[in-house]
């Protein structure tokens, strides 16, 4: 009996896809020639379009450090520990759409990136990883600085391969890369024995496609007719509907879309951690961010709305809350190109698994235009509500705070700054605080809150867009983390400039023991070192800001001058963000700040 | 079922699962097998059976895991197993279209009194003696769960002394194919 079995092919992977014809092209003129792995390397790196790449050599990766310097436009920057390169990496990718390279060697090299591979891959960016192996003969044997780097990352990123023999090694390169930026974006890593840099074999680029090219053939996956037709019915019909904005609009470059598709329907949009600065916060439509750290009229709002459509967002715990008492009114529409996202939270009346940009672009089609005005003047009156309970609330006018910081900021650089924040109180205040209205100009990390994030990923940001002014946001807690990076932003002559709001404490972890511990403040109390004299040792620019009124100033003093400058901002020991959902419950459910509290805590 | 009456994959009810039957098709590459495992691993999902083997295509291995879990949780399970990237095609068979079988070796105590008896009642569910000795007799037995799990029961009073099953491989009925 002959059997016939058919395989579905998955869009987003790219193995083998019908793309023949493009494989033909161009394969006259790029003859093969006899290369070493750690040569084929760089040449597909170079014919994906990188440029860039961070990294830190050691022994398992040496074939492809002498590599290098025969291809001098990939320009490598040497970062102090490896876990930089990876978060240098994912702020290239999140800044550019681009895929970030990062590289190290085997055992420790590998294991340092751990870190910034799971920070992409709970964000969904594209960053690629590239690890030295031992040589084949050793592997499994314990060999000196061998790590099983495959074991260790594959939960943690899209795919990771072992490259086990040189002659796979080009289409693994662009597949990886294919892979990396298709469907749901993510990190990819490739681990390179040391004996398969070295092997040569022949080495013909048209034998494999390049991302580039594997893209422009694909099909994007589009919503069908029938969820079209059903979700401009749910729109039609709502009264309270919301726009819930994630990180799929910025990743799939959805803008003008949401813009259009939200004026047209005249529906208001909130926007997540990770949809900050998808919509501009200017617009009478913008109402702000949701959940845990969310202002409370937003809150009310999910809990009021009947309609909510989602639009590449996965609905965190921290967006959430206590998921059974979720948007209880709604019903939802949600995009995603991620099917495993549908239904995972909350049900999804009309799942459409599409990217971003092309569903949006669908619906605006298939809607009609709406009037919500009676449904946003109520979600505004929330919000004055709000404004009105805190403007009772006397406070210290004498330190400089997270408020007056980044109004300077934004300011200073007319609104075109790009922000990257660390975790904690500082990326709370500054995605609730800093008016966002350049496109794609929040970066932070969402997913895993990785504290140390901020400085090395500004260095990515910084390259990825050299013409924006990019500042870091950080706490005295997570700039520590990473604080060696400041050699290599020196270095390369990169020009970052870093506010760090300095509480002497790791201070939402001292806001959770404050609320949920008793007050009891095990191990949050922090020192730091002079970041005058600190930034002065590394060859940079520090100051030290310790008054309100001198905020402004040395904004505009980091702004003028050139390279890296830290400003050390002492602000008040014990500020919380406010408000705050209880962990666990509503999201409506929410502490507030409260005038006592406050005239207590000088 | 309205989308209000249903669960999301994260408040599905406790105690709605039942028993569900994947068949995989991988890539036989390095390391794919241990992303299916780890998925199953992070989705705790509670697996009964799991056998893997060759497939009617080369390079492509075919897995049967048979699971517990609630509906909702286990189209959410079958999504994230579709994202693995040497997974080539993922279908959740529904039970009433699937033939599932296992096979299974049972070393049970048989002395001379016992052989006849066990060796009969072996016969009535067109199991094998593949293997006979003073004191045991090891049969071997294929079926679904339900014609194994019957026999084992029925060999219970003679002392079993070993059991191994591999698991269950399974395909839909009729001409289609997955």
């Known amino acids: ?602 | 079922m309205t989308d209000t009456e249903r669960a999301g994959q994260s408040n599905a009810p406790e105690g709605s699962g039942r028993l569900h039957t994947l068949v995989v098709l991988v890539n036989d590459r390095h390391g794919a097998l241990d992303r299916i495992i780890n998925v199953l691993r992070r989705r705790r999902a509670k697996m009964q059976t799991f056998t893997i083997g060759r497939s009617e295509l080369p390079d492509i291995m075919r897995l049967t895991v048979v699971i517990n879990d609630s509906e909702v949780g286990v189209e959410h399970l079958v999504e994230q197993l579709r994202k693995v990237f040497d997974v080539r095609h993922i279908v959740n068979l529904l039970s009433e279209q699937t033939i599932s079988r296992e096979l299974a070796l049972i070393k049970v105590n048989s002395n001379e009194a016992h052989r006849g008896e066990v060796i009969e009642l072996s016969h009535l569910f067109g199991a094998h003696v593949v293997d006979v000795t003073s004191e045991t007799v090891t049969l071997e037995v294929t079926g679904n769960e339900e014609k194994v799990e019957k026999l084992v029961s029925q060999l219970q009073s003679y002392g079993i002394r070993e059991v191994a099953r591999t698991g269950f491989v399974a395909m839909t009925r009729g001409t289609g194919n997955m």
């Open chain 1, 1 to 602: 009996m002959q059997i016939t079995a058919t395989i579905t092919q998955k869009p987003e992977t790219g193995q083998t896809p019908s793309t023949h014809g493009i494989k033909e092209m161009g394969a006259q003129n790029m003859e093969a020639r006899e290369l070493a792995g750690s040569h084929i390397l760089c040449e597909a790196l170079v014919r994906e379009g990188v440029e860039l790449l961070y990294g830190y050599p050691g022994g398992a990766i040496m074939p492809f450090y002498d590599a290098l310097t025969s291809y001098p436009t990939l320009h490598h920057v040497l970062v102090r520990h490896e876990q930089a390169a990876a978060h240098a990496a994912d702020g290239y990718a999140r800044a550019t759409g681009k895929v970030g390279v990062c590289v190290a060697t085997s055992g420790p090299g590998a294991t340092n990136l751990v870190t910034g591979l799971t920070t992409a891959y709970m964000d969904s960016t594209p960053i690629l990883a590239i690890t030295g192996q031992v040589g084949r003969p050793f592997i499994g044997r314990d060999a000196f600085q061998e790590t099983d780097v495959i074991g260790v990352t594959q939960p943690i990123t899209k795919h990771s391969f072992l490259v086990q023999n040189v002659e796979d090694l080009a289409e693994i390169v662009h597949e990886a890369f294919r892979l990396a930026l298709s469907g749901r974006p993510g990190p990819v890593l490739i681990d390179i024995p040391k004996d398969v840099q070295i092997s040569k074999t022949l080495y013909r680029p048209s034998a494999s496609i390049s991302s580039s090219e594997y893209l422009r053939a694909a099909r994007v996956p589009e919503p069908s007719a029938a969820a079209l037709t059903q979700a401009a019915k749910l729109i039609r019909e709502a009264q309270r509907p919301l726009i819930m904005a994630g990180h799929g609009v910025i990743l799939s470059n959805a803008y003008q879309e949401l813009f259009v598709f939200a004026e047209k329907t005249n529906i208001p949009v909130i926007t997540t951690l990770l949809g900050l600065s998808s919509f501009p916060e200017t617009h009478p439509l913008a109402i702000g961010m949701p959940g845990m750290h969310g202002p409370a009229y937003v809150n009310h709002a999910i809990s009021a709305a009947d309609l909510i459509i989602g639009v590449g967002l996965r609905f965190d715990d921290r967006v959430s809350g206590k998921v059974s008492e979720f948007a209880p009114h709604a019903r939802l529409i949600h995009i995603d190109i991620d099917p495993s996202e549908m239904h995972k939270v909350k049900v999804a009346a009309v799942p459409i698994v599409a990217d971003a940009k092309a569903a949006l672009a669908a619906l605006i089609e298939a809607v009609e235009p709406g009037d919500h005005s009676s449904w946003i003047n109520e979600v505004r009156s929330w919000e004055a509500q709000d404004i009105e309970r805190g403007s009772g609330i006397k406070r210290d006018q004498e330190y400089p705070d997270p408020t007056s910081i980044l109004d300077a900021i934004h300011a200073e650089t007319n609104g075109e700054a790009v922000i990257v924040t660390d975790v904690g109180q500082n990326q709370m205040w500054t995605a609730r605080h800093y008016t966002w209205t350049r496109p794609n100009s929040h970066i932070t990390s969402g997913g895993l809150g990785t504290m140390g994030f901020a400085l090395p990923a500004a260095m990515g940001v910084k390259m990825g867009m050299p013409d924006a002014p990019v500042w870091v946001v950080a706490g005295d807690g997570g700039i520590q983390m990473n604080i060696q990076e400041l050699a290599t932003l020196h270095q390369e002559g990169i020009a970052v400039k870093v506010a760090i709001m300095n509480n002497g404490y790791l201070g939402m972890v001292r806001q959770w023991q404050q609320f949920f511990h008793a007050g009891n403040y095990s191990e949050t109390p922090i020192t730091g070192p002079d970041y005058v004299q600190l930034a002065s040792a590394y060859g940079l620019t520090g100051i030290c800001v310790t008054r309100r009124e001198d905020v402004a100033a040395a904004v505009h003093q980091a702004m003028e001058k050139e390279g890296t400058v830290i400003i050390d901002f002492v602000i008040e020991s014990q500020s919380n963000v406010y408000p705050m959902v209880i962990p666990g419950t509503a999201i409506t459910n929410m502490i507030e700040e409260t005038v006592e509290e406050n005239a207590g805590d000088d």
